[in-house]
């Protein structure tokens, strides 16, 4: 059973930065891709940013230039460090890994106060 285990959400203030890391312990097989999606209160769930084994990355047009996805292939760990944060970043986020099947996380929550 693949388990994502999520860390680093939080409440922060506008202008402020935080860096969300997720794990994928006891897996021993490397995904296809490792992404960040995120759920704001009465919104769908949306994606964040993604990025293969092969280091190529998709991100959303409204945190292109403030959030940077990484990866480690050999820990099958994805990290998002998140800057310049918004109120309008503030939603629960979701670590997302694919190969064959589709796996997500339990959510961390990110808050950016005014």
């Known amino acids: 059973q693949v388990q994502l285990v999520e860390s680093g959400g939080g409440l922060v203030q506008a202008g402020g930065s935080l860096r969300l890391s997720c794990a994928a312990p006891?897996?021993?097989?490397?995904?296809?891709?490792m992404g960040w999606y995120r759920q704001a209160p009465g919104k769908q769930r949306e994606l964040v940013a993604r990025?293969?084994?092969?280091?190529?990355?998709d991100y959303a047009d409204s945190v292109k230039g403030r959030f940077t996805i990484s990866r480690d292939n050999a820990k099958n760990t994805v990290a998002l460090q998140m800057n310049n944060l918004t109120p309008e970043d503030t939603a629960v986020y979701y670590c997302?890994?694919?190969?064959?099947?589709?796996?997500w996380g339990q959510g961390t929550q990110v808050t950016v106060s005014s």
């Open positions: 997302n890994a694919r190969r064959l099947a589709e796996y």
């Open positions: 006891d897996t021993f097989f490397s995904f296809n891709a």
């Open positions: 990025i293969t084994s092969g280091g190529s990355t």
